[in-house]
């Protein structure tokens, strides 16, 4: 069983990667892109029998393994 | 309006970032993960009048900057 888990910035936390490329977008003239934020992406393949019980796993490695739980936040994508 | 976009690698092109975090996982006894993949998840905020507008100018912007056409794909997340 696939979970979808997004990992970002906490609100507040600066996001140099996501400022970098805001400025290069400005920079070569898409003057209408006001903000762009950076985080990650990760698919997880678990071999459970419930999908409840997948999401519980992935949530916990997440939490354990994966995101930052200072400044960063997760949520899983259905 | 924001757009959220995913960029993953394409299938049978090796992430060897998700390869390193499966193995991990493994070795600290979660034998039930079968698989990792790892991308990148990226909000851009744009100033345009219609999500039509929003999301065909991240489609480019994707394509042109955020992901690498030659390994990666990337999709608009609803």
């Known amino acids: 069983m696939t979970v979808k888990i997004i990992v970002t910035h906490k609100p507040g936390v600066l996001d140099p990667q996501g400022q970098t490329v805001l400025k ?3 920079q070569l003239g898409h003057k209408d892109v006001h903000d762009v934020r950076i985080g990650k992406y990760i698919e997880i393949d678990i071999d459970v029998s419930s999908r409840e019980e997948a999401e519980k796993k992935a949530l916990e490695i997440s939490d354990k393994m ?4 200072v400044i960063e936040t997760f949520r899983v994508e259905p």
């Open 24 to 26: 290069n977008l400005q």
């Open 66 to 69: 994966l995101a930052n739980p």
